[in-house]
């Protein structure tokens, strides 16, 4: 089965925050699980530089365009290392030679579906959104993502028919072509279509964006719309309008295509890029899961904004695990999530520290103490073993499932579940005790207690690494015999509070 990735193209006019982190934490996990299934994954990522926020964004740094482009793109690749993202391909919109040509191809083939029209247009635009609000979706007269006045705008541009597509976009997403999750956002979407669908300008002039952007074919007074532009990355990344191969194999083949975007973006992702498929006469994305917002200490999140914790600095400082475990462990499907530091450290030193690599550690010395260091037989589950046994064995599936739901926070649990069941079975059983009886029996129940124990191990070894690969590096290292021999014990985490 193949299955196509992607994460939205962030705008680079300033570097990324955790928020972002979210969405390619998300899409990485996704990517690694289908991989570790034995799909053939495809994860794709970019940069959106062709927004008129950049232009703005560098003139106020006192920059060319392409060079701020540039630095802050650098910043947003940097967090593939940074997080162990399993990216396999980065466009960036403005350099990618790809790029251009796949969406001119876009715009030829929706002008040749009849779709594209000049009209004079005037109304409320905000540059942060790149779009035009009417005064119904202003809260109080001011944009509801960025809270900040619009500018009035008057204009010609060149408009797309999405008023034709109502219909066929309803159809798509209640018949199961287009799976819009979670659902709440699968019924604001159906709200909006119900609502009727407008037209909506896909050019502006050329010299309101100060000639950044790609210019309309056959009319060079207009760029294209940043949107239209930014969303047809999803396809001049596997070479729609360059060379069709890998558009063939990964979007117009069977298979899976997944988007991952933030509420803010739905509208973008939902309706007007489906719409415009169907106008080029190309399928369906055949997903869209959309995350909420992260706050920080309570308040939103936005790059220009400042607020955002730095996720390379976080990685570069408290380890990859602590993030990425943060982000999967904590955030939910459904409702934002608030993000603080103490968060982050309390969770990792209790689940990562004290949970999970306290019991890696515990295990390997135990079969050192009691079997010089020899790897148990695998042996029946011991009395008392049943709940960590079935930890083991579910946690695959349990996994799978919550991942098909884009649950990433139960796939956490499911995981977490082994290491809390093996932590409660040693404190049950206490195998300290039977080392130190004399009994032959104690003896052999001592065996299939460290068999169930080094099993739970490599279970969190071969269950971990699409959640935390550095991790499941570190206790696959743990529980692999060299000579016969498991290697010494060392700790799988380092605790990062101070105290307690
Ligand atoms: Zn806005």
New binding site residues.
Partial sequence: MHTYITTTIPYVNARPHIGFALEVVQADVLARFRRQRGDRVRFQAGTDDNSLKNVLAARAAGAGVQEFVDRNAEAFLALGPALSLTVDDVIRTSRDPRHRPGVERFWRACAAAGDLYRKRYAGLY????E?F?TPAELRAGR????D?E?QRVAEENWFFRLSRYGDRLREAITGGELRIEPAGRRNEVLAFIDGGLEDFSVSRPAERAGGWGIPVPGDSSQVIYVWFDALCNYVTALGYGTSDDGYREWWAGPGRRIHLLGKGVLRFHAVYWPAMLLSAGQPLPTDIFVHDYLTTGGQKISKSSGSGADPAALAAEYGTDAVRWWLLREVPRVGDADFTLERMIARADDELANGLGNLVNRVVAMIHRYRGGQVPDPLPVPAGGEDLDAACRQARDRVGAALAEFDFRQAAAAIWAIADEANRFINRVRPWELARSEDDGDGQRLDAVLSALFGACTALGRELPPLLPDAAARVVGQCTPRDGRLPPASPVFRRLGSAG
């Fill in positions: 905000c540059t942060g959104c779009q609000y944009c509801p993502e960025h900040t619009p």
